[in-house]
């Protein structure tokens, strides 16, 4: 099973240093697919029981290489027929018309590479696979010219691939970007200045402080005390004897005649007036009763006159004691809300002087911060002034310096283009040859393919009277 003269002859048509051995398994595996296996069965080979299976264990038979070109599987020496894997439980069911037997055994091709045969082999009645091996498509091997010319077309066909790619030796050109002169920082252009920057404003002055708010309150008025009054004076009245003394002179009660003790008692002379008017009939008696009443009612009132008296004078001289007494104290209240009110005036009057010194800092605080504003400002607009001045100078350097640098650039720009457009031109050149390669190995491979296919068809030709004997016992065995 050797392929090394296939080898040397695919090196030496193609000129590759090292033919690709995949390539020939490749062409080799081609040659068997393309051809009748009944025309291949000098190529055929069997599975090896203990190797690949066909007995008690295990009863698959595992193919060594993946192929479906099966030229014959045997059960103990019994030829099998392939049916479809679709058909594995009619022939193992012994009710089925295509139950598989020992002297008519089945076969049915599983995935996995893998040939199931029943009934299942045993130690005894063991099971054969016999199938087209691509490796003896080799040097010994009449169809050894069909795997060179398609091993030729894939290794052509490499080279079309790999020679695709254009070789250009020559380098792209470089830009190369120009150097910018020096520039200065504008920091040194204000280096220089009579004025620098006055920085933040701050004022330096300090404020007056504000006066403390006043504690204005008023002192008050002193306790102004009435001097003690007077006893105020008491009226006594008159007595009048007898029950009356408690029950007015109004009361009357029951009284009789020549009794000491009703005689004297007031209230009880109206009853014995009646007595004398209404039971005695006595008008005399009667006369003298109402006249000894009126008398005594005389000389009550003469009493009752005295006692009034007497009250009225105590009375006035309390009065007056009284009236003193309110209009002092009146006296002293005044002359204690006069003292409170010139208190309170005098607080006020100290506080209104310390407002006014307080106005008068604050104007000063103010004529001096107007002071330091003005000369800010002084020193701002002469700073101004000269950083503009600096920054038109420092400007127009660096516009200066870019406008010969953008000269510059345009320049290398330029040298650019021009070296760039000679390496387009050089590397078209090498493209237009570079597609010239794969076109030919194209050709080549096409040819080669061609050839294979040729010696395809002439090795079927030249055997076509095994292929008419194969069918026609095919179809008398099918008739049987």
């Not at 291949?40 to 029981?49: D, E, H, L, R, Y």
């Not at 109402?290 to 001289?317: C, H, M, P, R």
């Not at 104007?363 to 003005?374: I, R």
């Not at 001045?389 to 330029?414: C, F, G, H, M, P």
């Amino acid at each position: 099973m050797a392929t090394t003269n296939i080898e040397l002859d695919i090196e030496n048509i193609t000129g590759v240093a090292d033919a690709d051995d995949q390539f020939i398994k490749t062409a080799q595996k081609w040659v068997v697919s393309s051809i009748p296996k009944d025309l291949m069965k000098w190529a055929g080979t069997s599975t090896a029981v203990g190797t690949h299976g066909g007995d008690s264990s295990p009863t698959t038979i595992t193919l060594p290489q993946p192929t479906d070109n099966i030229i014959d599987v045997q059960r103990n020496g019994f030829s099998a027929e392939e049916v479809p894997e679709s058909m594995q439980g009619f022939i193992s069911n012994s009710s089925s018309l295509h139950f598989a037997t020992e002297t008519f055994p089945k076969y049915y091709i599983k995935a996995g590479n893998e040939v199931i045969v029943k009934p299942n082999p045993s130690d005894s009645e063991t099971a054969l696979v016999n199938y087209v091996d691509f490796l003896k498509v080799d040097d010994d091997c009449d169809l050894r010219g069909a795997v060179i010319f398609h091993a030729c077309s894939s290794e052509f066909s490499k080279l079309a691939s790999s020679n695709a790619s254009v070789s250009f030796t020559q380098n792209a050109p470089t830009y190369i970007a120009p150097s910018m002169e020096a520039r200065i920082a504008f920091s040194s252009y204000t280096s220089g200045l009579s004025e620098t920057d006055p920085g933040v404003f701050n004022i330096t002055v300090v404020a007056p402080s504000p006066p403390a708010n006043p504690t204005i309150s008023s002192p008050g008025v002193g306790t102004v005390n009435v001097a003690s009054l007077p006893s105020a004076p008491t009226y006594t009245a008159p007595s009048v004897e007898g029950a009356a003394v408690t029950k007015g002179l109004l009361s009357m009660s029951d009284g009789t005649v020549d009794i000491d003790g009703d005689q004297i008692d007031y209230d009880k002379w109206w009853d014995i007036l009646g007595e004398f008017i209404e039971n005695e009939e006595d008008s005399e008696l009667a006369a003298l009763q109402v006249q000894k009443i009126s008398t005594y009612i005389s000389a009550f009132q003469a009493e009752l006159g005295d006692a009034t008296a007497a009250f009225n004078q105590t009375n006035a001289v309390y009065q007056a004691g009284l009236q003193k007494n309110i209009q002092q104290s009146n006296i002293d209240a005044q002359e204690a809300q006069k003292e409170g009110d010139l208190t309170l005036q005098a607080s006020i009057q100290d506080y209104t002087l310390e407002l006014q010194k307080y106005g008068a800092e604050v104007n000063t605080y103010q004529a001096k911060v107007n002071t330091e504003v003005s000369e800010y400002s002084q020193k701002l607009s002469q700073y101004q002034t000269e950083l503009q001045t600096s920054l038109q100078a420092w400007q127009q350097e660096q516009n200066e310096k870019l406008a010969r640098y953008q000269a510059k650039v345009q320049d290398a720009i330029n040298k650019f283009n021009e070296e760039n457009s000679e390496y387009q031109a050089q590397l078209q050149v090498s493209i237009q040859n570079s597609n010239l390669k794969p076109n030919h190995y194209a050709n080549e491979s096409k040819k080669y393919y061609e050839w294979a296919v040729q010696e395809i068809n002439m090795y079927i030709q030249n055997n076509s009277k095994i292929i008419g004997r194969t069918m026609a016992a095919q179809a008398a065995q099918q008739r049987a």
